[in-house]
Nanobody
Framework: QVQLVESGGGLVQPGGSLRLSCTVSGTMFTIWTMGWYRQAPGKVRELVSTITTYYSTTYVDSVKGRFTITRDNAKNTVYLQMNSLRPNDTAVYYC?????????WGQGTQVTVSS
């Protein structure tokens, strides 16, 4: 059974930075495109960024130039570096497969951007 453990969230002021981590167990991490998702209060979960096994990345327009996704296959971990954070980045952030989000969701990590 695949387990996803997200961490690194917190309360940050607008313009601040956070680095999220997601450690994956129970599967061969190296073969999967990974993704970061977020769900803001009252909104549907959206795909924010993906990274393939060849380290090709994608980003939703609203985070381009501010967020960077990376992966460390030796640690079975995917990261999301978030800079220049805005209040509308406030959400619970989750990781999952980047193509179909077919694994059971982890607990997520709360990111709150507020002054």
């Amino acid at each position: 059974q695949v387990q996803l453990v997200e961490s690194g969230g917190g309360l940050v002021q607008p313009g601040g930075s956070l680095r999220l981590s997601c450690t994956v167990s129970g599967t061969m991490f190296t073969i999967w495109t990974m993704g970061w998702y977020r769900q803001a209060p009252g909104k549907v979960r959206e795909l924010v960024s993906t990274i393939t096994t060849y380290y090709s990345t994608t980003y939703v327009d609203s985070v381009k130039g501010r967020f960077t996704i990376t992966r460390d296959n030796a640690k079975n971990t995917v990261y999301l570096q978030m800079n220049s954070l805005r209040p509308n980045d406030t959400a619970v952030y989750y990781c999952n497969r980047g193509t179909s989000a077919s694994w059971s969701w982890g607990q997520g990590t709360q990111v709150t951007v507020s002054s």
